[in-house]
């Protein structure tokens, strides 16, 4: 998808932020998740970190699972990781570079972001 991975290099650089704030490890995060009921190995946490793929975020069990286990509220992580608006409704990656790239006014993004909504 056009501007997709832009968004997940975005992301993932903000969660290893996040991850290294809290002062753990992929294999120390990937446990805490474990703990939780949630099966995602240090491998799955890489591949958010590195862009290869978005956390799935929109899952609140997840959410609320990543957020106790980076030690901040869900409201901020997905604040801090692009899937807000100013109006606290949750966006998608894309939708969330689609307002970026309004607010910004970079008109050939708006397109690109647009585009690969529908691919």
């Given at each position: 998808?056009?501007?997709?991975?832009?968004?997940?290099?975005?992301?993932?650089?903000?969660?290893?932020?996040?991850?290294?704030?809290?002062?753990?490890?992929?294999?120390?995060?990937?446990?805490?998740?474990?703990?939780?009921?949630?099966?995602?190995?240090?491998?799955?946490?890489?591949?958010?970190?590195?862009?290869?793929?978005y956390p799935p975020v929109n899952d609140p069990e997840f959410a609320e699972a990543l957020a106790?286990?980076?030690?901040?509220?869900?409201?901020?992580?997905?604040?801090?990781?692009?899937?807000?608006?100013?109006?606290?409704?949750t966006l998608s990656p894309i939708e969330a570079e689609v307002l970026q790239a309004f607010r910004?006014?970079?008109?050939?993004?708006?397109?690109?972001?647009?585009?690969?909504?529908?691919?």
């Open positions: 998808m056009i501007g997709e991975p832009e968004s997940k290099r975005k992301v993932g650089s903000r969660l290893a932020v996040l991850r290294n704030e809290a002062k753990l490890s992929q294999q120390g995060l990937s446990e805490l998740l474990m703990r939780r009921g949630l099966q995602y190995t240090p491998t799955a946490i890489s591949g958010w970190e590195r862009g290869i793929s106790a286990s980076l030690q901040i509220n869900t409201k901020s992580l997905l604040s801090l990781l692009g899937y807000f608006d100013p109006n606290g409704s910004e006014r970079n008109h050939k993004k708006i397109v690109e972001a647009l585009a690969a909504l529908y691919d």
